[in-house]
């Protein structure tokens, strides 16, 4: 009964917050890495691209922190959550905005700026390649 998110003390939210950081970690090295090798191997498109999708991808993984974060804050003390949509909307308005001026002025390859957008994914197999190895060869498990 104790494994009720319900029940969560403070030990299993640093560990939590470990993933996070390890994530957001796995993310900034995906990113540089893709952009630097797109430096030396791509058209400067291909980079300006992964440099921007990757910078909103990082940007929107801060965002869906806070947000969370804010919304489990008011959760726990009881308070009725007072996020709009509005502000989940505008976080999309905000990249949408981004990729299409940087699209007009020609400046950005869309593929590579979707690709650098999906950085996350990377990181979470990156994660999950982490807690795979921990727990069939170490016989250990992270909560």
Same mark, same amino acid.
């Given at each position: 009964?104790?494994?009720?998110?319900?029940?969560?003390?403070?030990?299993?939210?640093?560990? !939590?917050?470990?993933?996070?950081?390890?994530?957001?970690?796995?993310?900034?090295?995906?990113?540089?890495?893709?952009?630097?090798?797109?430096?030396?191997?791509?058209?400067?498109?291909?980079?300006?691209?992964?440099?921007?999708?990757?910078?909103?991808?990082?940007?929107?993984?801060?965002?869906?922190?806070?947000?969370?974060?804010?919304?489990?804050?008011?959760?726990?003390?009881?308070?009725?959550?007072?996020?709009?949509?509005?502000?989940? !909307?505008?976080?999309?308005?905000?990249?949408?905005?981004?990729?299409?001026?940087?699209?007009?002025?020609?400046?950005?390859?869309?593929?590579?700026?979707?690709?650098?957008?999906?950085?996350?994914?990377?990181?979470?197999?990156?994660?999950?390649?982490?807690?795979?190895?921990? !727990?069939?060869?170490?016989?250990?498990?992270?909560?």
């Amino acid at each position: 009964m104790n494994e009720i998110a319900h029940s969560v003390t403070g030990g299993e939210l640093k560990s !939590a917050d470990g993933v996070e950081r390890r994530i957001l970690r796995s993310m900034i090295v995906t990113v540089s890495v893709a952009v630097l090798l797109s430096a030396v191997l791509a058209p400067w498109r291909v980079t300006t691209g992964l440099l921007l999708g990757g910078t909103l991808s990082l940007l929107n993984f801060h965002w869906l922190h806070g947000s969370v974060a804010t919304l489990l804050n008011m959760q726990e003390t009881g308070a009725k959550p007072r996020m709009s949509l509005w502000k989940h !909307a505008l976080r999309y308005l905000v990249v949408g905005a981004a990729i299409l001026v940087a699209y007009q002025l020609h400046v950005i390859s869309l593929p590579a700026t979707f690709a650098g957008l999906c950085s996350f994914v990377v990181a979470f197999f990156i994660e999950a390649l982490r807690e795979f190895y921990f !727990a069939i060869f170490r016989r250990e498990e992270s909560v």
